[in-house]
């Protein structure tokens, strides 16, 4: 960048996301002190702890947690980043020349008449204001009546089939269970960054990575 104003921009926008990143990732980091590593020692052995960082908190969430707060803080991470995963496959399809068939509305507005990524929600071509409503109904139905263990008989933290979905998961013996598990988790922390890094780009002007590496 030739313009230092602009620069210096660019960079209080990374910053700001590597402290959200930070916060997502809040359940594991390793103790900074004696008490810390007190109140952490029970969770040292959990899914997704793992070399280089170990127990990674460095907001202290789990300060005096007990196993209950651990597992409601799991639970937020993995829903977040199953979403991370789908937002971010969801913008590189469109930016692929990928679109659904047909109208999104009754005036005849093709999907591929409107912009991929945040733009088709937020701006002057974003999609209609009852198109975004519903896409939050619908999410919201999916939160308090889907998404979560509503027959009781979840087997881990996250497990929302429900007796309904498998795809072979009983199947799998214990160790491929936890593998599995494990892929997951840390594909969605990697989404929940990538989704970020996507949404940071294409509000720079000029819109550089997103929507020109398919020119390469």
């Not at 007990?66 to 980043?81: Q, T």
Request: charged letters at 20%.
């Amino acid at each position: 960048f030739s313009c230092p104003t602009a620069f210096n921009n660019i960079t209080k926008m990374k910053s700001a996301v590597f402290a959200s990143l930070l916060a997502y990732a809040s359940a594991f980091a390793p103790a900074k002190n004696t008490a810390q590593s007190t109140s952490l020692k029970g969770f040292e052995d959990a899914l997704g702890v793992q070399e280089p960082l170990g127990l990674y908190d460095p907001l202290g969430l789990l300060d005096g947690a007990d196993e209950a707060r651990f597992n409601r803080l799991r639970e937020v991470e993995i829903k977040h980043g199953r979403v991370a995963m789908l937002a971010f496959v969801g913008n590189l399809v469109p930016r692929a020349g990928l679109f659904l068939p047909g109208n999104i509305d009754l005036d005849g507005d093709s999907f591929d008449s409107y912009p991929p990524g945040i733009a088709a929600v937020l701006g002057d071509d974003a999609i209609p204001a009852a198109g975004v409503f519903q896409i939050i109904l619908a999410a919201g139905a999916l939160e308090l009546f889907v998404m979560k263990d509503v027959t009781g008989t979840g087997e881990f933290i996250g497990d929302f089939r429900n007796g309904f979905i498998d795809f072979g998961w009983d199947t799998f013996d214990e160790d491929e269970k936890l593998r599995k598990r494990g892929i997951e988790l840390n594909n969605g922390r990697a989404a929940m960054m990538g989704i970020l890094g996507l949404m940071m780009h294409e509000k720079i002007d000029g819109n550089p990575v997103v929507g020109l590496f398919l020119d390469y």
